[in-house]
DNA sequence: TCTATTGTCTTAGTTAACTAGAACAATCTG
DNA sequence: CAGATTGTTCTAGTTAACTAAGACAATAGA
């Protein structure tokens, strides 16, 4: 079962975040076709956002293609994203924690880290 | 000179993608302290935007003691941001690279790289 | 001093995000 | 079947983000 957390005042508008969390958890895994995700009354509970934004990110799930929703027993997981299998995966974690650890004995922030990824990824552009 | 370009649509509010420009140029060494920002003028003709929105930005990151307006000239760094030096950085992106280019001939896309560091940079916590 | 440049402020209005509370509809479970 | 659970819809309202256009104020440079 995942876990949304919503974090107020981030900027980002909350159906955006739960939509996010959805798809990072499809690309690590923790969700997988079938599984069921949490109900909206449980999101509305668990978070505090109204029934109506979360509603408003399953749609979109939904429209993604990425969900289905069926009245009286939940969403589900209906496509999964990503095209890396764990197998995959996992050593490529490994290695990029051993980076992290090397990255941080250096110096850098978590945010310091994040830019020098956006700017590996995106080819060094300006 | 720091070029900003502001994708609306994104969700994400206009005058935080600003700041987080600035911020990311700060953290890789494009900005240092001296430079001067794009007049606000400059950037409402090159992104679109309202000028009350870029001043919203620059004004945020003037509270955050990072940037200092000086009416007349100009908006300019004050402060840098992030605790790596270029010397510790050069070396910790050409192993980035490397291991991005590993994840990419594995089938990652960008978005499964992003998600996997934000799983190793928060601990692998859920 | 004069002029252009730059940051700043004001006022007014629009739009999207979000809240609130209630009700309805389909499905599952006992 | 009966009751609980779940997704869904509705109406109304609030708030923050953003737009628009103009004017003012301080500084730099000729």
């Given at each position: ?11 980002l508008?909350a159906?955006?975040q739960?939509?996010q969390?959805?798809r990072e958890a499809?690309?690590l ?7 069921r995700l ?9 978070s505090?956002v109204n029934?109506?934004?979360?509603l408003k990110?399953?749609?979109e ?6 969900v ?5 027993s ?5 496509s999964?994203l990503?095209?890396?299998?764990p197998e995959?995966?996992?050593p490529?974690?490994?290695?990029l924690a051993?980076?992290v650890a ?10 310091d880290?994040?830019a ?5 990824l995106s080819g060094?552009?300006r």
């Open positions: 079962m995942v876990e949304f957390h919503v974090d107020r005042g981030s900027g508008p159906y955006l739960l939509g969390q959805v499809l690309r895994g923790w969700l997988r076709p079938g599984d949490p109900t909206v009354r449980d999101v509305v509970a668990t505090g029934a109506n934004t979360v990110a399953y749609r799930l939904e429209l993604a293609g990425l289905e929703a069926r009245q009286g939940g969403t589900f997981v209906k999964s990503g095209s890396a299998t995959d995966l996992d490529l974690r490994a290695k051993a980076w090397e990255a941080r004995s250096a110096g850098l922030e978590d945010e880290v994040y020098l990824l956006r700017e590996v060094g552009e």
